[in-house]
């Protein structure tokens, strides 16, 4: 069964940091482009962050510098360490993950991080 399977999500004080780690089942984990995505209340799901199966990475430039994402093939889970977090932050983030033949991209269910005094 193919599973995505966000955690680390929760509330945090500006300034603070967070984990977000992706567990994946049913997928051959080292092949596939992995990456974080967030939805703000009212906006458009936007990428965060991705990196490919060769451990390249790209980054939204509101995150560069502040985020880094990274992978671990063997505990095939995908991880997103956030510091320096602002407000702006706040929004539900999605891990995906993009099939290399097909290009089709799976879906975790989301997990909330909300940044605030």
């Known amino acids: 069964q193919v599973q995505l399977v966000e955690s680390g999500g929760g509330l945090v004080q500006p300034g603070g940091s967070l984990r977000l780690s992706c567990a994946a089942s049913?997928?051959?984990?080292?092949?596939?482009?992995m990456g974080w995505y967030r939805q703000a209340p009212g906006k458009q799901r936007e990428l965060v962050a991705h990196i490919n199966s060769y451990g390249s990475t790209t980054y939204a430039d509101s995150v560069k510098g502040r985020f880094t994402i990274s992978r671990d093939n063997a505990k095939r889970t995908v991880y997103l360490q956030m510091n320096s977090l602002n407000p702006e932050d706040t929004a539900v983030y999605y891990c995906s993950a993009v099939n290399p033949r097909t290009s089709r991209t799976l879906w975790g269910q989301g997990t909330q991080v909300t940044v605030s005094s």
């Open positions: 049913g997928i051959i984990f080292s092949s596939y482009t």
